[in-house]
């Protein structure tokens, strides 16, 4: 069956079309090569990427009606809880090759598919770490960063992100972050979770951008923009 492939509104995001099928997508900058399994699509002048919303809280975003990408063609990301490259692998496509992820992960053994991913991906560059602790990988981060993207399972997420922003960023650059309720809180109401992280990035000071809700995509997840404002 014939793909049709258009634009998203959101930059650098495509939509594929299969019969009564639509799928995001995006350009793959290494083409020949499925990082998680995910379908190719051969065109005359390369190739795209399925993107599985499933597999990925960014996409989910994006098919939930996320209205800003923060991440764009030569956006410098960091990355906070990059796992084993799924989504860091469509954000490289994404930012091409005069961007740059910073992709940081805390278990070597989640890491060593990020790292293959890294030598055919010049435009990532792991980082085995906690992001709990910035200092610690701060040498390891070249110039400013555009875009704080944080997709961690931890009790604290809001504060690692303003932490994250505070040392590599300056005035209007973004947070994305990805808010797993029951990693905060097994037990209250996840609206009241949300709130109250919410009003946590509110108190550091942050201007919230915007929030999408990934139900059903993601059960008991919401991904908020954020921007950093003098
Ligand atoms: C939900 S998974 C990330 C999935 C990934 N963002 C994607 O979409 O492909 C969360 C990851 O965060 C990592 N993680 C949790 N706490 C962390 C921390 N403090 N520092 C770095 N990585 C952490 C976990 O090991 C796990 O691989």
């Known amino acids: ?111 060593r598919k990020l790292l293959q991913l890294s030598e055919t991906r010049t435009n990532v560059f792991p980082i085995i770490s906690d992001a709990r602790h910035p200092t610690r990988y701060f040498p390891l981060v070249a110039g400013p960063i555009d875009v704080v993207y944080q997709d961690v399972a931890q009790t604290d997420q809001a504060r690692i992100l303003f932490e994250n922003l505070s040392a590599f960023c300056s005035d209007g650059a973004w947070g994305m972050i990805a808010i797993k309720a029951r990693s905060i809180d097994s037990t209250s109401d996840v609206g009241i979770i949300y709130k109250k992280e919410i009003s946590t990035l509110d108190n550091y000071g942050l201007e919230i951008v915007e929030m999408v809700n990934l139900e059903p995509l993601e059960k008991d997840h919401m991904m908020v923009v954020v921007r950093v404002t003098g």
Not at 66 to 88: D, F
């Open 1 to 111: 069956m014939i793909a049709k492939i258009e634009k998203h509104r959101l930059p650098g995001v495509f939509t594929i079309k299969t019969g009564e099928r639509s799928s995001l997508a995006t350009r793959s900058l290494v083409p020949g090569a499925s990082v998680y399994g995910e379908k190719l699509i051969k065109v005359e002048d390369g190739e795209f990427r399925l993107w599985m919303p499933r597999r990925s809280k960014l996409a989910a975003s994006i098919l939930k009606g996320l209205k800003e990408m923060p991440i764009q063609l030569g956006s410098r990301v960091l990355y906070l809880g990059a796992a084993s490259g799924t989504t860091v692998s469509h954000v490289s496509d994404i930012v091409g090759p005069r961007g740059i992820i910073y992709a940081v992960e805390f278990s070597p053994r989640v890491a």
